[in-house]
C-alpha cells in the first residue's frame, strides 16, 4: 500500500461531503485505475485452457461427492433396514 499526504487543517468542515473525504475517494478511484492497468489479460487460448481445466476438476469433484453420497446411502439403508 502507499502512504499519502493529507491536508490536516486541524479539524473537519461539514459532515460528509468534506473536501478530506472528495480527495480520498478521487485518490482511491485513481489508484484503482492504475492498478487495473496493470493486469495482464489471458490470451484466448489460455482462456479456453482455464475454463476446461476448471470443468474437468468440478466434474471430477461432483463425481466423487456422488460416489461417496451413493455409498454412505447404502450403508445407511443397510444399517438401518436389518430385519
Not at 15 to 22: E, F, K, L, T, V
Not at 72 to 83: I, M, N, R
Request: hydrophobic share 50%; proline share 1%.
Amino acid at each position: 500500500m502507499s502512504h499519502t499526504a493529507t491536508n490536516d487543517t486541524g479539524g473537519r468542515r461539514g459532515g460528509d461531503g468534506s473536501r478530506a473525504s472528495r480527495v480520498g475517494v478521487a485518490l482511491y478511484l485513481r489508484q484503482v485505475i492504475a492498478e487495473l492497468r496493470k493486469v495482464v489479460r489471458p490470451t484466448r487460448n489460455e482462456l479456453v485452457t482455464y475454463t476446461v481445466a476448471a470443468l474437468i476438476f468440478v466434474s471430477v469433484v461432483m463425481a466423487f461427492v456422488f460416489f461417496l453420497d451413493l455409498l454412505f446411502g447404502k450403508l445407511v439403508l443397510w444399517v438401518f433396514s436389518a430385519s
